[in-house]
Structure formats: C-alpha cells, structure tokens
C-alpha cells in the first residue's frame, strides 16, 4: 500500500504553548488508522490541521502525493477528503433525507440560469441526488427516519447521518472525530459495520480519532500513538496495549 495522507514535520503552536511539535504520520490507501492519545496529546489540532480547519505553523501535508498545505476545507472536500465530527452537525429543520441531499456539490438547481432556463435538467439532477440518498439512507439503516426532522434524531442516529453524508460525494480519505462518544451500543455497532463495509466494498480510507478502545481494537490497524504533539509510538493494538510507553503516557509511571 502507498500512503494517500503524509503528515511531514507538522508545528503548531498557539501563542508559546507548542500543540504539535515536528509530527510526521502516514494513512495508507486502504487503511483503517487510528489516532490515540491522552487528553492534550495534539489528536484534535492534527486533525484539524490535515482537514483544513486550521493554518500549520511549518511542515506539509500531502494528499495522494498533492502538496495541501492549508487548503482550506471547501478544497479538500473537492478533492475527496472530508470529515465527521464530535458533536453532529445536522441541518436540524431538514429531514434526515434532505440532509443527504444537500451534501453533492454543483447541483444544477444552485444556479439561478438553470433554476429558470433549465427547470427539467434540475428536476432530473433532483431525482438522481434523491434516489441516491435513498440508497445511503438504506446503507446507513435510517429508512424508518428518512422523513423525521434530523434535530429530532438520537445521537447516535446522527452520527450515522453524518457517516452516510460522506457517501453522498466522491470520498476518498473520512476523517472521523470521536464517532463514539454519546452513541449507545447497539447503533455504535452499526456505526463500526457501516464503517468496515465502506472500506472493504468501497476502498474508504479512514483516519480515526477515538476514546473507545474496544473500537479501536476492532476496526483499526495500525494504532498511531500521540502524545505531546509527537508520535510516540505506531503498530498493532496489540503493541500498542503492551507497550510500556503507551501505559506510562496513560496512567502514570507507577502502572508502567
């Protein structure tokens, strides 16, 4: 496999405090990587930085061997790199149907000249984008909310609806931001198989950041390891759980 993500000597600091600090990771084509790391570690302020969110100080960072360097987001999302967040990010007044449909860009009913001049050509895009919705809504396992107000959806339910957004445009690389956390079991179990079936029937790439360790044991390899804006350490979970550094950064030089 070859790295579609390289991070290369990334700085980052905010006044003096240095967040990351000369942080070079690679996500290969394929992958399912994950991103762990004590609290202050740099996880979300690396992860900002690769989606666009956020200027690097110095450093690189490439897309399948594209220089994006400070890209900002609206870019990336053309280029095929997009991202989930922590906190869901609904269109709430819209159905969960709706908040699919928004997510293709250059729809032919944005533009004011087809609007008027070109009523079926917007109608029959229209229909494409919906029926294609449909089907990631089937995908997702929201059908029996398709019409519910997306404000109305549990949080789990939304952290689907924000997964199956992703496939409403040409993703290439999802960055996925605590997709876990305020899910309950059952719908985090359908949150990890939608994620497995996306890579393994579709070729997503995925970079995770996650607190749930059972997760990342499921679905992630390799582990990538951060602490103090640096890499401390990459390879299995199995490695990873074993390592001494790792329990240390964790819990403390009295567990190690």
């Not at 790295?3 to 700085?11: F, G, L, Q, W």
């Not at 399912?32 to 666009?52: D, E, R, V, Y």
């Not at 609007?115 to 917007?122: H, I, N, Q, R």
């Not at 404000?151 to 939304?158: A, E, R, T, Y």
Request: net charge negative; proline share 3%; aromatic share 6%.
């Amino acid at each position: 496999m070859t790295a579609i993500i390289d991070v290369r000597h990334v700085h980052k600091a905010f006044g003096g405090l240095k967040v990351i600090n000369d942080c070079s990771i690679q996500v290969e084509r394929g992958s399912i990587t994950g991103l762990i790391g004590p609290n202050g570690a740099g996880k979300s302020t690396l992860f900002n930085i690769i989606a666009g969110a956020l200027p690097l100080d110095s450093g690189q960072v490439l897309l399948d061997g594209e220089d994006i360097t400070n890209h900002p987001a609206n870019e990336l999302f053309h280029k095929g790199l997009l991202r989930t967040f922590q906190i869901a990010h609904e269109f709430s007044q819209l159905t969960a149907l709706e908040n699919l449909m928004m997510v293709p860009p250059d729809q032919a009913g944005e533009g004011l000249f087809s609007t008027w001049f070109k009523p079926s050509l917007v109608r029959s895009r229209e229909r494409e984008v919906r029926q294609r919705a449909l089907e990631v809504i089937d995908f997702i396992g929201l059908h029996h909310v398709r019409n519910e107000l997306a404000g109305n959806l549990s949080g789990g339910q939304k952290k689907l609806l924000e997964l199956g957004r992703t496939m409403m445009t040409d993703a290439r690389v999802v960055l996925l931001d605590e997709i876990a956390a305020g899910v309950n079991r059952t719908l985090l179990g359908d949150l990890v198989s939608n994620i497995e079936r996306l890579n393994r029937e579709m070729g997503y790439t995925f970079l995770v950041i996650e607190h749930d360790m059972d997760m990342i044991a499921r679905l992630c390899d390799p582990v990538i390891v951060l602490a103090q804006g640096s890499v401390m350490v990459e390879g299995t979970i199995e490695e990873i759980q074993n390592n001494p550094q790792v329990i240390e950064a964790y819990f403390g030089s009295n567990v190690a």
